[in-house]
């Protein structure tokens, strides 16, 4: 499995307990990412759409599904007419999950809660979870195919976007993988 490589900023040499814990650590990065179905290996940086407001865009990015090493392009995906639509005053979260292919994308929505109660939907069978997105509305709530994602106050009163987080290793200062 391809995994990033973040670059040390400290330098350690081979026998030194920094070294071994590094070695350590990717190893457990290395068993950790095998028993999950699947993993974001780079990160996907959600926001409002640039092309569509109304949209939630990803950059391209990559992931593993199931061993199989896959790149996203970029995209703007729609939320569906009354579906993802939410009531005046209330919190909602999405998920927005991809499959193997990298192409096709699933938008899905936990119920309305009231505002400060925190529910996340499920990830439908065979996606991995992309990245997380927050509502809370105001007054006149929010008409997700008609509304953009922008807090004016009466329709979103804030709105967030969490990426999942992506498996990475420690390298070296040359990002390369520190091994034994």
């Known amino acids: 499995m391809q995994t990033n490589i973040e670059p040390a900023t400290g330098t350690s040499f081979p026998g030194s307990?920094?070294?071994?814990?590094?070695?350590?650590?990717?190893?457990?990065?290395?068993l950790v990412s095998h028993l999950m179905p699947g993993v974001m290996l780079t990160d996907a940086e959600s926001?409002?759409?640039?092309?569509d407001p109304e949209k939630w865009r990803t950059e391209a990015f990559t992931f593993?599904?199931?061993?199989k090493t896959t790149s996203a392009a970029a995209q703007e995906k729609a939320f569906t007419n009354s579906t993802?639509?939410?009531?005046?005053e209330?919190?909602?979260?999405?998920?927005?999950?991809?499959?193997?292919d990298g192409t096709t994308f699933t938008i899905t929505k936990a119920t309305d809660q009231t505002i400060g109660t925190k529910v996340l939907p499920t990830t439908p069978d065979n996606e991995i979870p992309v990245a997380y997105f927050q509502v809370i509305t105001g007054a006149t709530g929010w008409a997700a195919t008609d509304d953009e994602i922008t807090a004016d106050g009466a329709k979103i009163a804030s709105y967030e976007f969490w990426d999942v987080p992506s498996v990475k290793k420690i390298g070296n200062e040359s990002s390369e993988e520190v091994v034994a």
């Open 17 to 30: 307990d920094l070294h071994d814990l590094k070695i350590q650590f990717n190893r457990m990065v290395d």
């Open 47 to 51: 926001k409002p759409g640039t092309t």
């Open 64 to 67: 593993t599904f199931r061993g």
């Open 84 to 88: 993802h639509d939410v009531a005046a």
């Open 90 to 100: 209330k919190e909602a979260w999405f998920v927005l999950s991809v499959q193997t």
